[in-house]
């Protein structure tokens, strides 16, 4: 072997040998399983928002149904897809919180458009309606399950960053803590019920 290749090997290996004790590598798959975790939160509020149009058809299709309770479904659905979502979300706490209203929004407009529902027994009762609100409650159910490994994920991605020695690692890799979904205000408390 030559005196330039063991120079070469032994450079490498002293180069390499502290990236690896820093966390260098670590920082690298968190940040990948963040990435993958909010593609799946991605994915399943489109899904969700894809579904609202067929759910807004069928009930529209009820003459006596309230416009204002679908207008407000629309109007949020709007809102929703109008918020730009790519992977600058994850890294920019403005953009996550707007993101999570708009969602949040729809998911009211959404609960309320189901309670309102109740009172049409004829529109609860036909084929189409039943499967659509299955299919959104199964989906609400993948969303609730995307957003907990998404935070799952960003807590774990979190510590390696500020952890020493991986945060030696993250500021190599110009890495810093990350934003995570929060509870919406006034969750704290349990919903009134009232007869």
Do not use: H
């Not at 966390?23 to 940040?31: K, S």
């Not at 058809?57 to 918020?83: D, H, M, P, W, Y």
């Not at 998404?150 to 510590?159: G, P, R, T, W």
């Amino acid at each position: 072997m030559s005196r330039f290749s063991s120079a070469l090997l032994l450079s490498l290996f002293l180069f390499s040998a502290p990236l690896t004790g820093c966390g260098y590598n670590a920082v690298i798959e968190r940040d990948e399983e963040v990435k993958a975790a909010w593609a799946e939160v991605e994915n399943q509020y489109k899904r969700r928002t894809d579904l609202v149009p067929n759910l807004v058809n069928i009930v529209k299709g009820n003459a006596n149904f309230e416009k204002s309770t679908l207008e407000s479904v629309v109007q949020a659905r709007s809102k929703a897809t109008g918020v730009t979502v790519d992977q600058s979300v994850i890294d920019d706490p403005a953009k996550l919180k707007q993101f999570e209203e708009a969602q949040q929004q729809l998911s009211g407009a959404l609960s309320r458009l189901l309670v309102v529902v109740e009172r049409y027994p004829e529109l609860k009762a036909t084929e189409s309606f039943r499967d659509l609100q299955a299919q959104l409650e199964g989906t609400e159910n993948r969303i609730t399950v995307a957003r907990k490994r998404f935070i799952e994920s960003v807590a774990d991605y979190n510590k390696v960053v500020q952890v020493f020695p991986s945060s030696i690692g993250a500021s190599l890799r110009g890495k810093s803590v990350r934003p995570t979904f929060s509870a919406p205000a006034g969750s704290d408390k349990p919903p009134e019920v009232k007869f």
